[in-house]
């Protein structure tokens, strides 16, 4: 009997054709054509690039069956949809991470050697988009993994700067920032939007009216008005079939000329309004934490975040929905206060545009958005003064005014004749010149708030935002940070992954709880042997690198020690130098000195206008210069800067570490995820009582951490008590040989004024306690010298921290987000017509 027509027209369908095969010969052909129609090159005359290109179309076209799939079934099954708002998406490199989560790495791998390329080569060749600072754009890239691994509708909305982070290059020890042009070549990921373009007012007045059945309402006549074009990309969960996207805004002026000035002869005033349109998505604010109140900032922050509410209102009320259910249908995030003008800016939809009353507007609005705070550092709260807040959204500033008055009336209600209360808790900061508090509007809009691990939420409710703790307990909440193992294990450590799949399958990369089957390998000799030659494989990669780069040479036999991230006196990379030149200092004078090799690496970019944070990039290299070159010294110490550490070259340098510098000053640094990509590759930590550390050590066990310094209480103690670094510079000869050799010019051709600032703010601040915990970080430092020295041993070790880190998936992360705040579950994609996703 001959098979249903259905099944014939599939069996057909399956026969590989160029944009879905999956088979080596067919992706050859693909890159061949693609080469040849895309970038319009023949392989005579195609370089690098054009060969990446042609490549990354070809994983893209195997991207979007699934990813058209899943919008068809989101839109069918009309689906609750997670929109993550986030002023910040450090992306890092699609095309690897790509083919790993398509799960095709070893055909492409194939393809490109019979078309006589190098994949390596063609994956190094990618321009990783840098939409991010650190942390907290980082953090929304692996949280965007996650929720497409686990199966969760969701997008990603954000910003399409044109200028990323800054890249960083070393000139004379000093950092120079370099224009990010990540767009120049062309970025073959995204797909522009432009239909679902959409408008956003700024400026003007307000006005009131009665509408025809009577009932008051504010129109807003605005100045101006931007249009925003969306740029979605694919972002493709982990062997599912599941690609959400990530939708960028770019800015673009309403009209490309202004025609009445064109016609009068102002051709230069009628361009104007354009380039001020498309200089708002134009470039990445390069600071870290602290942010002044740039209107630039704010523009960009209601911009993205208008364009975004729209869209939602768009597509839901294209399901055939009314507004009514929007907060059974979109979940929304604010990632930390950037994008929390949206809570003004809902209400201002629902009810100047929809027409809701008041009391359901913000029904829906309350349950609607989440938030999520990611510092406790007070410099780092936003704040816009009332003037420029008004003057450029001046109906928001209404709308604020009416959302605090309810609001304040609760508080009354609570502290009747407490007006400490009402000024601590206001949406205005009245204290002195006025502002609008971002913080407090992201609060009081969202039914949930969240820290991002367990001290710093504690600390939350303690400290920043102990009076909305009393006032509001219940939307309290925690969800330690998470790291996605596809990139930070899979796609950047693939000798480690291999040998961990080996003995225990490859279940672990969607369900990192099952390294915790690593432990029964810890007798086992010979799987410790392996361990060591991953370990040390990589590190002479990192070597090569380092010797290709700087023209250091490092012995991959030295302890790798190793502190990349922002640079960031809270931080304290400065401590660090300060046990380096301790080192140095003992080798000195004991010039036989036993001790163990150790090359100390460092990366990190310093906000362009943050001086002593470049000071202290200085101080690294010129310490570097003078130890490395050192013959009494030799081996035994080296100190390299990486230039330019970035997501890319991160992959790099978290296998190869065997220490991991986790050492802010307790009760600043809120999380940190370095801390968990390092041990989940690992690596042992010595760090304080801080943020992440404290559960890493719980599940690591505090044998297979190095602790040190001082805990918060203790802090406050110290500080209650009147701190005085002096004394400690007195009473510790060490500290204070390491202090006055870099005061001598020893480290700067003799100049002692060079680093006077950064050390003047040690002897007579120290806001960050480094000289308190001097003593316990050598002392700590030392321990982790004679480990080191029990090769055996610290394997165990290693692979103890390796295998439990399972907590710190963003897999894990993600699900607490679903179940504590945005009440979402999975939905499985099935592919219709094409072929599977495991091909
Ligand atoms: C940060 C925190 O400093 C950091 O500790 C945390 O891990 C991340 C993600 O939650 O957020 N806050 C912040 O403003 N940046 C961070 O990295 N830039």
Redo the contacts with the bound molecule.
């Keep these: 009997m001959n098979p249903p027509l259905n099944q014939m027209l599939q069996s057909q369908i399956q026969i590989e054709d160029d944009r879905t095969g999956l088979s080596i010969e067919t992706l050859r052909r693909a890159i061949a054509d693609n080469l040849f129609y895309i970038q319009g090159k023949f392989p005579a005359i195609a370089t690098k690039h054009d060969y990446y290109m042609a490549l990354a179309y070809t994983v893209r076209d195997r991207l979007l069956h699934r990813w058209l799939n899943t919008l068809e079934v989101y839109l069918k099954q009309d689906v609750k949809l997670v929109c993550y708002l986030s002023a910040e998406y450090l992306v890092g490199p699609h095309l690897v991470n790509n083919l790993i989560n398509l799960g095709i790495y070893e055909q492409i791998r194939q393809a490109v050697e019979e078309s006589g390329l190098n994949l390596q080569q063609l994956i190094n060749t990618e321009e990783e988009p840098g939409l991010g ?5 980082r ?1 929304a890239s692996c949280y965007m993994d996650s929720l497409a691994s686990l199966e969760i509708p969701a997008i990603g909305y954000g910003i399409r700067y044109e200028f990323g982070i800054f890249d960083q290059e070393i000139k004379d020890g000093w950092q120079v920032e370099i224009t990010d042009k990540w767009l120049q070549d062309g970025n073959p990921w995204e797909i522009a939007r432009p239909e679902a373009a959409v408008s956003v007012k700024f400026g003007g007045h307000t006005e009131s009216y009665l509408d025809d059945q009577g009932n008051y309402r504010v129109r807003w006549l605005p100045e101006y008005i931007v249009k925003g074009i969306p740029y979605d990309t694919p972002i493709l969960g982990y062997k599912v079939n599941t690609a959400n996207s990530m939708r960028l805004w770019t800015s673009e002026a309403c009209e490309s000329f202004d025609f009445q000035r064109f016609n009068v002869g102002d051709y230069y005033g009628a361009v104007d309004r354009k380039v001020f349109s498309e200089n708002l998505t134009k470039v990445l604010y390069p600071n ?2 602290p942010i002044k109140g740039k209107e630039l900032r704010l523009q960009q922050q209601y911009f993205f975040v208008s364009c975004s509410l729209q869209d939602m209102i768009r597509i839901h009320l294209n399901e055939g929905n009314t507004l009514d259910n929007f907060a059974e249908k979109f979940a929304v995030q604010l990632n ?1 206060t950037h994008p929390s003008i949206g809570v003004a800016e809902l209400m201002r939809l629902l009810i100047d545009v929809h027409y809701y009353p008041w009391e359901k507007a913000w029904e829906i609005t309350e349950k609607t958005f989440g938030f999520t705070n ?2 406790l550092l007070p410099e ?1 709260l936003e704040r816009w003064p009332l003037g420029l807040f008004g003057h450029l959204l001046p109906r928001h500033l209404e709308i604020i005014y009416e959302i605090n008055k309810r609001f304040l009336d609760q508080v009354r209600l609570k502290y009747p004749g407490n007006n400490e209360k009402l000024s601590s808790l206001s949406l205005i900061d009245e204290r002195g010149d006025k502002y609008v508090r971002m913080a407090h509007l992201a609060c009081v809009g969202s039914h949930k708030i969240n820290g ?1 691990a367990q001290l710093h939420s504690e600390l939350l409710k303690k400290t920043l935002l102990k009076d909305f703790y009393e006032l509001l307990p219940e939307k309290f909440t925690n969800v330690t ?1 998470g790291v996605t193992p596809r990139r930070w294990m899979v796609v950047s450590n693939p000798e480690l992954s291999q040998l961990i799949s080996s003995k225990i399958g490859e279940n672990w990369i969607k369900n990192l709880d099952e390294l915790r089957k690593l432990e029964g390998f810890i007798d086992d000799g010979g799987f410790r042997q392996q361990w060591r030659e991953v370990k040390r494989k990589v590190k002479q990669d990192l070597a090569q690198y380092i010797h290709d780069k700087l023209g250091i040479i490092v012995s991959p036999d030295s302890l790798f020690d190793v502190q990349v991230k ?1 640079l960031h006196e809270y931080k304290r990379q400065h401590l660090n130098v300060l046990h380096i030149i301790t080192l140095y200092n003992r080798i000195k004078q004991n010039p036989n000195l036993d001790i163990t090799p150790r090359t100390f690496i460092f990366g990190g970019k310093a906000a362009p206008g943050y001086h002593q944070a470049k000071l202290i990039i200085k101080l690294i290299n010129s310490v570097g210069d003078i130890v490395n070159h050192d013959p009494e010294i030799g081996e035994r110490l080296k100190v390299v800067f990486l230039p330019d550490y970035n997501v890319t070259l991160g992959q790099r340098v978290y296998p190869a570490a065997d220490l991991s510098e986790q050492i802010s000053t307790a009760g600043k ?5 370095g801390n968990m990509k390092f041990s989940l590759n690992g690596a042992l930590t010595i760090g304080t009582f801080d ?2 550390n404290i559960e890493i050590r719980e599940e690591v066990g505090e044998e297979n951490f190095f602790l040190f310094g001082l805990k918060t209480e203790e802090i406050d103690q110290l500080r209650a008590q009147g701190y005085n670094p002096q004394d400690y510079y007195n009473s510790n000869p060490e500290l204070k040989a390491a202090i006055d050799l870099i005061n001598s010019g020893f480290f700067s051709h003799g100049d002692g004024g060079l680093f006077q600032l950064l050390i003047n703010s040690l002897l007579y601040l120290d806001h960050y306690l480094l000289f308190a915990d001097y003593q316990s970080y050598l002392d700590c430092q030392e321990r982790v010298s004679q480990a080191y020295k029990d090769q055996e041993h610290w394997t165990r070790m290693s692979i103890l921290n390796t295998a439990r880190m399972g907590k710190f998936s963003s897999d894990r992360s993600i699900r607490e987000y679903c179940d504590k705040i945005w009440n979402t579950s999975p939905v499985p994609i099935q592919m219709k017509d094409y072929v599977q996703a495991d091909g």
Excluded: P
Excluded at 133 to 137: A, E, F, M
Excluded at 669 to 673: D, I, L, N, Q, V
């Design positions: 600072n650190g942390g907290l754009g953090l870290d934490e930390d990611h510092t780092a991002v940070n922002r640094e809120a999380s940190g995820t943020g992440a």
